[in-house]
């Protein structure tokens, strides 16, 4: 893994006809997180989708790793759960297993239900769930093998969770650290402390 896993460069995009940035730079290293924080409608949400080649309405160059975007270097994680609330627990995670190509087992998806957790839930539908019990389903992606890939970007990850989900979701951003990736996250909550953490402000600092 190269040094500098998250180069962006002269980065410009517009919303609505309104420019969010213009020559935006930002460089993630090995075992580097930050967050984003701003106001609402400073542009976190889009400088999220334009990294994971979600938004391709921008310029500028973005790197993973020295390479051009592709959807094996990263795992994005919205602000939305991302889940079908027909689908079980379980059936939610194996779907996204099986988009990444993973043929994953029950021990497996079961084994991320309860690092969130989420034991004892792996067959029960998801609109059966509250709020947190769903953005916690939606989180357990991050205990997936598909996880070990060099960039997280996470969308406010801590939105509908208690502080129990809070700390549970800090110690697998700690893993994804230790482990030698890149951290990147937008929130409006201060987070709890992670090892290099540092904070980039887009918008007004309020």
């Not at 953005?135 to 969308?155: E, G, H, K, S, Y």
Request: hydrophobic share 45%; net charge neutral.
């Amino acid at each position: 893994m190269s040094a500098r896993v998250l180069e962006v460069s002269a980065l410009r995009c517009e919303r609505d006809d309104r420019e969010l940035f213009s020559g935006f730079d930002l460089h993630l290293g090995v075992a580097q997180a930050l967050q984003l924080r701003g106001p609402n409608g400073a542009g976190k949400t889009t400088l999220l989708r334009c990294i994971a080649g979600l938004h391709p309405d921008h310029d500028g160059d973005i790197r993973i790793c020295g390479e051009p975007v592709s959807g094996a270097q990263l795992l994005f994680v919205g602000h939305r759960p991302g889940i079908s609330g027909l689908l079980s627990a379980a059936d939610n995670l194996r779907w996204h297993l099986d988009l990444s190509g993973w043929r994953g087992s029950y021990a497996v998806v079961s084994a991320a239900l309860k690092r969130v957790g989420l034991a004892g839930y792996e067959d029960v539908p998801c609109q059966q769930m509250s709020a947190g019990q769903q953005r916690r389903v939606a989180l357990a992606r991050l205990a997936l093998p598909t996880a070990r890939v060099p960039l997280w970007l996470l969308d406010e990850p801590f939105t509908a969770l208690d502080d129990a989900g809070t700390k549970l979701v800090c110690s697998l951003m700690a893993d994804q650290l230790a482990a030698g990736g890149a951290l990147l996250f937008a929130t409006h909550q201060p987070a709890p402390d992670l090892p290099g953490l540092e904070t980039r402000w887009i918008g007004v600092q309020t």
